[in-house]
């Protein structure tokens, strides 16, 4: 865990009070908040096991379903200095299951900003957060289940300066942290290094195109590293983008990019391929709107028949929002994936099946916004994975719902 932790709980805290005195005497664009919810959510699969399977590990009446209810408490912050703007918040979030116990957990979410302006073209942000939750069972597949409490750190630096009228040159740095409270997960543990830096051409009319370049370094600080296990990475990637607006009512967005990654110790691993995503945001009227997507990309993966998932995703999302106070979302999401690349033991001849999924997801939610202050939501939700491993297959569906209040 991240021992650090205390002490930016104290110091982000400190800042919200300090802060605190000149919000309360200021004007619009000053915020300073004490933010309450309670959510409930209904699982019938929470460890996301395939059909016929129970979670006997846990004890041999251990329900597959269970309903969870979530209670969170925090303090935000928004103030504006002069051009610069500062934003802070923090949470405490305190997690309660109906049978399931085991899997109470007690997390937080904090973070802070700074949206800082030199001058009329020098601007960027400087970002940072941390959160405590528990990761989910879906993706990660053990013999034995386990109760994993997941400590994710970001510290990102961004800046952006205008040459002229069209064109502009931009870069960021940044460092994400990872680190998981069960023994099993520890090899995960991540440490994470980007670097990025592009240029962007605008068009009078508003149209721009971007191209930049990312070097990313990963290390995995508790993982040993073996015939078939890297315990680091360096990955090289180079993308293009485009924005359009052909008309108010629809904006257009594509990006194509080229990603290469090597490990050191193991260089069977090594892949290099394409990825790319195209969307399309219509609102035909002030109350309706639709978002079209297709994504390819490109995900490493620990396995003994291939290095990394190709995966390509469809998603529709409509909204409708019927009058100012309330608004339905739904998502149609259908992704495919396949394992691809070598290994050190698909290059010694030994012939594996690499994993291929199909996955699908379904939800219809609602958010009501009763007063000025006070909010609610629900949601219904379907997900589905199929594979040609049946240990990686599941059907979830879900309820959820909340009540938040602003003060």
Known sequence: MNNNIPNIRCMLATLLVLMSPAVANAGEGDVFSLVTSASWQYLDNVFYLPDNS????????????????????????????????????????????????????????????????????????????NRRYLSGFGDFRESTLV???????????????????????????????????????????????????????????????????????????????????????????????????PVGHSRIAGAIGQSRREHDNVPQRDYDDVYGRVSWEWQPTGHTGVTFEAQRQISALDDNASSYF???TYTIAPVWQPTGKLRVDGRMQWVGRVGEGDTFFTQLGFVGTPREEDLTTYSVGATWLIERNLSANAEIRRDDRESNNQFYEYRVRSLSMSLQYVF
């Open 54 to 129: 129970e979670p006997t590990v846990f004890g041999p009446n251990t329900p597959r379903g269970d309903h969870s209810n979530t209670i969170s408490v925090g303090v935000t912050a928004d103030k504006l200095i002069g051009r610069q703007r500062l934003t802070a918040n923090v949470s405490e979030n305190r997690v309660r299951y109906n049978d399931l116990d085991i899997l109470d957990y007690d997390g937080y979410n904090i973070a802070a900003g700074w949206q800082w302006l030199v001058g009329s073209d020098l601007s960027g942000n400087l970002r940072y957060s």
């Open 310 to 312: 190709r995966t390509t």
């Open 147 to 245: 109760k994993n409490l997941l400590d994710a750190e970001t510290l990102r630096f961004d800046a952006a300066y205008k040459l002229d009228a069209v064109w502009t040159v931009f870069g960021s740095v940044g460092r994400d942290t990872t680190r998981n409270g069960a023994l099993v997960r520890r090899s995960n543990d991540s440490d994470i290094d980007r670097l990025e830096a592009g240029f962007r051409y605008t068009t009078r009319g508003g149209t721009s195109f971007e191209l930049l370049g990312r070097i990313t370094e990963g290390d995995y600080p508790r993982r040993l590293p073996g015939l078939n296990v890297s315990n680091s990475y360096s990955q090289k990637d180079i993308e293009a983008r485009v924005r359009w607006q």
